[in-house]
C-alpha cells in the first residue's frame, strides 16, 4: 500500500456540498485530513471538519475563510478549486433564416465569475498561506470540454480552459515554494445535475465513453487525493483526464 502522506494535512474544498466536491471533501477526511468544506449552500459534507457558506467570486469572504482555517489549524496544505457552475446556450441561434436568441451578458459573467475568477481569487487568498505553510498542493477543477470545446456551452468552456491556462501559469510561479499546481478534467459524471437528464441524452453520453458507462464523484475524489499524495510529488503543471476515455473516444 502506497503511504499518501496526507494525514493531519489541511484542505480546503469548494462548492463541498454536493456532487463531486461532497465526495472529494469527504474522501480528504477519510485520509485522516482536517477539512475545510465551503459552499454557497448550507449542507456540510463531512463530520469534524469545518463548514463555511463561502461565495468564490467575494474576496473578503475567502479571505476570511482562509484566515478562519489558518487560525483553527495553522496551516493550508492542499487547496481543491471545485466550486462550479453551467448556464448553457448557444452563441447564437437561427429560426427560418432569422436570428432567435443570444447568449445574454449574465450568462457568459456568471459562468467565468464562479468557474474562473473564483478559482483566481481562491488560490491567491490561500497561496502565501501555503508558502508560509512551507509548500502544498493547488488542485483545479477544469474539464473534459475545455481540451476539446462542446456545443453550447462557449461560456462554460472558455472557463475550464481558462484553468488550465491558469494552472499551468502557477506551476511555473509557485513551484519555487513547493506548491504543485494541477487539473484534473472530468468527463460525464453522475451527479444530481446530469440525474435529471433524460434517458436518451445519457445513454449518448455512455455511448462516447470507451470505457461504457459514467463516472462517479468518487473516480474524480481519488484522482484530487491522488494529485494531492506524496505518490505524486514530481507531477506539476499537468491536466489529468479523468473521463473513461472520452477524450479518446471523441
Not at 494525514?7 to 477519510?30: C, H, M
Request: glycine fraction near 12%.
Amino acid at each position: 500500500m502506497i503511504e499518501t502522506g496526507l494525514q493531519d494535512k489541511v484542505v480546503i474544498v469548494t462548492g463541498a456540498a454536493a456532487g463531486i466536491g461532497r465526495a472529494t471533501a469527504r474522501r480528504f477526511a477519510a485520509e485522516g485530513c482536517r477539512v475545510a468544506s465551503w459552499d454557497v449552500r448550507e449542507e456540510e459534507p463531512t463530520r469534524g471538519g469545518l463548514f463555511r457558506k463561502v461565495d468564490v467570486t467575494d474576496a473578503a469572504q475567502v479571505e476570511a475563510a482562509v484566515e478562519e482555517a489558518m487560525t483553527r489549524w495553522g496551516a493550508v496544505h492542499v487547496l481543491v478549486n471545485n466550486a462550479g457552475i453551467i448556464r448553457d446556450g448557444q452563441l447564437i441561434k437561427y429560426k427560418d433564416g432569422v436570428l432567435a436568441g443570444a447568449m445574454s451578458d449574465a450568462q457568459f459573467d456568471s459562468i467565468i465569475g464562479v468557474n474562473l475568477k473564483g478559482v483566481f481569487i481562491c488560490t491567491r487568498a490561500v497561496a502565501p498561506r501555503m508558502i508560509a505553510s512551507g509548500g502544498g498542493a493547488i488542485l483545479n477543477a477544469s474539464s473534459v470540454v475545455g481540451l476539446y470545446g462542446n456545443f453550447g456551452q462557449t461560456n462554460y468552456v472558455a472557463s475550464k480552459a481558462g484553468v488550465i491556462g491558469m494552472t499551468r501559469v502557477w506551476a511555473r510561479e509557485l513551484g519555487k515554494f513547493h506548491i504543485r499546481v494541477n487539473a484534473v478534467a472530468p468527463g460525464f459524471i453522475a451527479t444530481d445535475m446530469t440525474k435529471g437528464m433524460p434517458e436518451k441524452i445519457l445513454a449518448t453520453m455512455i455511448d462516447h465513453t470507451p470505457v461504457g458507462r459514467m463516472g462517479q464523484p468518487e473516480d474524480i475524489a481519488n484522482a484530487y487525493v491522488w494529485l494531492a499524495s506524496d505518490a505524486a510529488s514530481f507531477i506539476s503543471g499537468t491536466v489529468l483526464s479523468v473521463d473513461g476515455g472520452v477524450v479518446t473516444g471523441t
